[in-house]
């Protein structure tokens, strides 16, 4: 039995593999393989161009969408966990930066002397 660490890992691994391979298919190597799919397949260069574009442009779509689930879930699991994301901790050190400026500003105008009142 595979462990889950094991198995998510290689999850990942064949997600990042399969995003990369739709992403580097270039438009020379699409024009090779529609020469190759052509002169085996009987079919039009055209029409096997337009076949491997369709097809690549599926798997960026689905390549996409994968990564989005899948860092959906893990942010679902740092959460579970009780683990806190780097967006999440940004916002918080932002908010830390805001309230300590306002606390300087605070404390610098309680130590100047008040005006005093003349009749």
Known sequence: MDEPDSTARDFAERLG??????VALTAERIDELAGELAERGGMQR??????IEDTVTRWRGDA????????Q????IFSQLGL????????????LAQVEH???LLEAASEQPLPSVQD
């Open 46 to 51: 055209d029409e096997a161009r337009r076949v």
């Open 17 to 22: 593999l399969a995003a990369v391979g739709a």
């Open 84 to 95: 806190v994301v780097r967006d999440e901790m940004e916002e918080l050190e932002l908010r």
């Open 64 to 71: 996409t969408r994968l990564t989005s689930r899948a860092s």
């Open 102 to 104: 306002r606390l300087r």
């Open 73 to 76: 879930g893990m942010q679902g």
